[in-house]
């Protein structure tokens, strides 16, 4: 079991995202207001709060949202997970449908760094069931 710290968004891509603390999560479409939504497989990002504390440890000033993920969980390795794990929070259900991703253009955290964690670390999971997520709420990991 997890526990959502943080619940991030942008109006666009390729910036870092904004931590809202609350969204509203659609069926089919991703989070309301948040430039990764729409009708595909990458509809909501997710990142392990262990695995950016980690990256912290070795110098990274980064805050909520900063590697683009919109929610950020403590207590869960999702890079442990196959696709088709299914999460569910506060009535949520979502289903990870990608296991990291390939970064086309470095960011900001990645020139000052030399890596960033979200292409190996960060997961992606459509929205099977919508409601909303809050920080503080607890995600369960449901079917592997």
Request: charged share 25%; aromatic share 6%.
């Given at each position: 079991?997890?526990?959502?710290?943080?619940?991030?968004?942008?109006?666009?891509?390729?910036?870092?995202?904004?931590?809202?603390?609350?969204?509203?999560?659609?069926?089919?479409?991703?989070?309301?207001?948040?430039?990764?939504?729409?009708?595909?497989?990458?509809?909501?990002?997710?990142?392990?709060?262990?695995?950016?504390?980690?990256?912290?440890?070795?110098?990274?000033?980064v805050g909520d949202?900063?590697?683009?993920?919109?929610?950020?969980?403590?207590?869960?390795?999702?890079?442990?997970?196959?696709?088709?794990?299914?999460?569910?929070?506060?009535?949520?259900?979502?289903?990870?449908?990608?296991?990291?991703?390939?970064?086309?253009?470095?960011?900001?955290?990645?020139?000052?760094?030399?890596?960033?964690?979200?292409?190996?670390?960060?997961?992606?999971?459509?929205?099977?069931r919508g409601g909303?997520?809050?920080?503080?709420?607890?995600?369960?990991?449901?079917?592997?």
């Amino acid at each position: 079991m997890g526990k959502v710290i943080a619940v991030c968004t942008s109006e666009r891509r390729g910036i870092q995202k904004t931590n809202i603390h609350s969204a509203q999560f659609r069926e089919n479409w991703g989070i309301e207001g948040d430039a990764h939504a729409g009708d595909w497989h990458r509809q909501v990002s997710l990142l392990s709060f262990d695995k950016i504390e980690a990256f912290r440890a070795r110098g990274a000033e980064v805050g909520d949202g900063a590697f683009g993920e919109n929610l950020v969980v403590e207590g869960i390795d999702f890079r442990s997970l196959p696709v088709g794990t299914v999460l569910e929070c506060n009535g949520v259900v979502l289903e990870m449908t990608q296991i990291g991703k390939e970064c086309h253009s470095h960011c900001e955290i990645f020139k000052k760094m030399g890596e960033c964690i979200m292409p190996t670390e960060g997961v992606f999971a459509r929205v099977i069931r919508g409601g909303t997520i809050s920080e503080g709420d607890r995600m369960e990991v449901r079917r592997v």
